[in-house]
T-cell receptor
Framework: GQQLNQSPQSMFIQEGEDVSMNCTSSSIFNTWLWYKQEPGEGPVLLIALYKAGELTSNGRLTAQFGITRKDSFLNISASIPSDVGIYFCAGHSVGADGLTFGKGTHLIIQP | EPEVTQTPSHQVTQMGQEVILRCVPISNHLYFYWYRQILGQKVEFLVSFYNNEISEKSEIFDDQFSVERPDGSNFTLKIRSTKLEDSAMYFC???????????FGSGTRLTVV
């Protein structure tokens, strides 16, 4: 099946720092979505991207749909303690109804 | 804010037993999904359901799995004869249009012993 390579696997940062994570695919995706998951909960949608080159913000979060349609990044500015969690990229490959997820980036913030 | 509701939150079952996981999607949504997440791993697609039929299923969704929308509100996942490797979090999700972002439920943790 489709594979998404998400990096980094984990990040240990200081509160207030900016964060950047990305996902790449060997094939074209029609949509890119970024989710956050906290322990014992389901993934919560942060940002949805539908067009190549699209840059979308949601508060301190900014994500872009790569122009090749094979990658996306998520940036978090001025991190705060509640940003802790696992961030997943996900997307629809061409013709697929189900989402393919990345393996997640575990964000840990040190005060 | 509308929610996807899943019950039970945790189910323990003996290997070989049948389990039914229940979901109530958001009421005006048309597309319904089941995903699973083995502990510490990524979320994996199982099946999508639209217009009262399966529209896509993954290779994980074999003959032991089935889905049903028995009435206008519930969406169920049945595992006919559970195996140890079926232990995972199972997430139901729904959305209102094809490429919308999904709303996920909080999941059912299935433990097969």
């Amino acid at each position: 099946g489709q594979q998404l390579n998400q990096s980094p696997q984990s990040m240990f940062i200081q509160e207030g720092e900016d964060v950047s994570m990305n996902c790449t695919s060997s094939s074209i995706f029609n949509t890119w979505l970024w989710y956050k998951q906290e322990p014992g909960e389901g993934p919560v949608l942060l940002i949805a991207l539908y067009k190549a080159g699209e840059l979308t913000s949601n508060g301190r979060l900014t994500a872009q749909f790569g122009i090749t349609r094979k990658d996306s990044f998520l940036n978090i500015s001025a991190s705060i303690p509640s940003d802790v969690g696992i961030y997943f990229c996900a997307g629809h490959s061409v013709g697929a109804d189900g989402l393919t997820f990345g393996k997640g980036t575990h964000l840990i913030i040190q005060p | 804010e509308p929610e996807v509701t899943q019950t039970p939150s945790h189910q323990v079952t003996q290997m070989g037993q049948e389990v039914i996981l229940r979901c109530v999607p958001i009421s005006n949504h048309l597309y319904f999904y089941w995903y699973r997440q083995i502990l510490g791993q990524k979320v994996e697609f199982l099946v999508s359901f639209y217009n009262n039929e399966i529209s896509e299923k993954s290779e994980i969704f074999d003959d032991q799995f089935s889905v049903e929308r028995p009435d206008g509100s519930n969406f169920t996942l049945k595992i006919r004869s559970t195996k140890l490797e079926d232990s995972a979090m199972y997430f139901c999700a729904s959305k209102s249009w094809q490429y919308d972002g999904y709303t996920f439920g909080s999941g059912t943790r299935l433990t097969v012993v």
